[in-house]
């Protein structure tokens, strides 16, 4: 199971850092799963909130990947009628990658067209804007994130680590995901 989780300036922090902890977790407890972060070029990449990472690879030189994660945040607005980006997740799509999103990552998808006539979320700020950008996406605003076989979106920064959970139950088993969840020590209870 080979892993890319996309970073670019302006990512949000949590939206790729919660699932990469988890997918990291899994990998930690099965070693024939591989994780990479990856980048439009090589280079320091600044996060929202001013994070900077070296990306592992680069987009010409990833290769073949089973899961993509398109994070969120602010940084995705550039990409949007980015043909570049367009090009690049479509391709990614067709070669039989299962593409995830996490927040605002989903504008990117719905640009390029891969949420058209399917169910989808993003966060909640941007339900509109999602609609917009597709054809006949049908926006569900309630749902932290939705899985539509080949391409799945969550809704805000937490619903990464929520989707990431999924995605470990979906390919690995839910016991696998349960495993995970707990060496994570992951239990949801908000104090407020």
């Given at each position: 199971?080979?892993i890319?989780?996309?970073?670019?300036?302006g990512?949000e922090?949590?939206?790729?850092?919660?699932p990469?902890?988890?997918?990291?977790?899994?990998?930690?407890?099965?070693?024939?799963?591989?994780q990479?972060?990856?980048?439009?070029?090589?280079?320091?990449?600044r996060?929202a909130?001013?994070v900077?990472?070296?990306?592992t690879?680069s987009?010409a030189?990833?290769g073949p990947?089973?899961?993509?994660?398109?994070?969120?945040?602010m940084?995705?607005r550039?990409?949007?009628?980015?043909?570049?980006v367009?090009?690049?997740v479509?391709?990614?799509?067709a070669?039989g990658?299962?593409?995830?999103?996490?927040?605002t990552g989903a504008?990117?998808?719905?640009?390029?067209?891969l949420?058209?006539?399917?169910p989808?979320t993003?966060?909640?700020?941007?339900?509109?804007?999602?609609a917009?950008?597709?054809?006949?996406?049908?926006?569900?605003?309630?749902?932290?994130?939705?899985?539509?076989?080949?391409?799945?979106t969550?809704?805000?920064?937490?619903?990464?680590?929520?989707?990431?959970?999924?995605?470990?139950?979906?390919?690995?088993?839910?016991?696998?995901?349960?495993?995970?969840?707990?060496?994570?020590?992951?239990?949801?209870?908000?104090?407020?």
């Amino acid at each position: 199971m080979r892993i890319a989780i996309h970073v670019f300036d302006g990512v949000e922090e949590l939206d790729w850092v919660g699932p990469w902890e988890v997918f990291g977790v899994w990998r930690q407890l099965d070693e024939t799963v591989e994780q990479v972060t990856v980048a439009r070029e090589a280079g320091v990449v600044r996060c929202a909130k001013g994070v900077e990472v070296v990306p592992t690879t680069s987009w010409a030189e990833l290769g073949p990947v089973d899961l993509l994660v398109y994070p969120g945040g602010m940084g995705t607005r550039g990409h949007l009628g980015d043909e570049a980006v367009r090009a690049w997740v479509r391709d990614r799509h067709a070669a039989g990658t299962t593409m995830a999103s996490v927040c605002t990552g989903a504008l990117v998808y719905a640009d390029a067209g891969l949420l058209d006539g399917r169910p989808a979320t993003t966060h909640w700020r941007s339900l509109d804007l999602l609609a917009e950008l597709g054809r006949d996406i049908e926006v569900r605003p309630d749902d932290r994130f939705v899985d539509d076989g080949d391409v799945v979106t969550a809704s805000g920064i937490s619903a990464g680590i929520d989707v990431a959970l999924h995605l470990v139950a979906r390919f690995a088993g839910v016991e696998r995901a349960r495993e995970v969840r707990r060496n994570m020590q992951y239990d949801p209870e908000p104090p407020v």
